[in-house]
């Protein structure tokens, strides 16, 4: 239920991408506490972007999930944008995330709903 979008204008070769979705996934899981099983993760790389008036390295995640709290979002902020800094040697200041609480009766799954 869990989905981390990761956008950004940094060129990423297949290869590591195959590597950053799977840290990704696994980041995510730990981070919210729910099974890897249920966490999807997409990233598209290379996108024209511009942050702060410029063209440098940025990055912009959008991470849903059913039952986010607003009191877990600043500790999720710091572990993705910690992340993101690691991974993709981004700057934390240079990295926009958009926290989404999906209600569980508008996630579909499996032919049904959470």
Known sequence: MP????????????KEQ?????????????????????VMVA??????????GTDEPTAFLML???RLSTDSTPGLSE????FIEETLKIPKDRVYIEFINAQASLWGWNSGTF
Do not use: H, W
């Open 3 to 14: 989905y981390l979008q990761i956008q950004t204008n940094v060129d990423i070769k297949p």
């Open 18 to 38: 195959a590597t950053l979705l799977a840290k990704a996934s696994q980041a995510v899981a730990e981070a919210l506490g729910k099974p890897e099983g249920y």
């Open 43 to 52: 990233i598209e790389a290379n996108t024209p972007m511009r942050f702060a």
């Open 64 to 66: 849903k999930s059913i």
């Open 79 to 82: 572990t993705l944008c910690s």
